[in-house]
């Protein structure tokens, strides 16, 4: 079962227990923006029934992927840099820094057995178009 999201976080709403706010110049926070997560947010949501237990979000699950893919790294180390980083926390939606995330490393690299082929490729695209756009603000 998928829950909807209603509207997308912003850097100022992001709780930072350590004080001050998320610098808006951060590369993560100009990517989180630029991605249009209600349009990836459809493809996804129609991969689950009406019944069951709930999803995590797409952008909590498609940012860790997404994060996974941009460093390297393993599905466990992933989820360990996003426990010690603010700005990884509010790339994958979470409202406020948490010591740990509600991840799983086993959920990261299922994430996209969810998909086809042609849902794969439409979200490349859709994420190509949004790093395209993030670049040319800079």
């Known amino acids: 079962m998928y829950k909807k999201q209603i509207g997308q976080i912003n850097i100022y709403s992001f709780v930072n227990p350590f004080g001050g706010v998320l610098k808006k110049e951060n590369r993560w926070v100009k990517y989180a923006d630029a991605i249009p997560w209600d349009e990836i947010e459809k493809i996804y949501a129609n991969k689950f029934s009406r019944i069951g237990a709930p999803a995590k979000p797409l952008r909590m699950v498609l940012g860790a992927y997404i994060l996974k893919n941009e460093y390297g790294f393993s599905d466990s180390r992933i989820i360990e840099e996003m426990n010690e980083n603010p700005y990884l926390q509010y790339f994958i939606g979470l409202n406020e820094y948490v010591e740990k995330v509600p991840l799983s490393a086993s959920l990261v690299s299922s994430f996209t057995k969810r998909f086809t082929k042609q849902d794969i490729?439409?979200?490349?695209?859709?994420?190509?178009?949004?790093?395209?756009?993030?670049?040319?603000?800079?």
């Not at 490729?121 to 800079?138: A, G, H, P, V």
């Open 121 to 138: 490729e439409k979200i490349n695209k859709i994420l190509t178009q949004s790093k395209k756009r993030k670049i040319n603000k800079k």
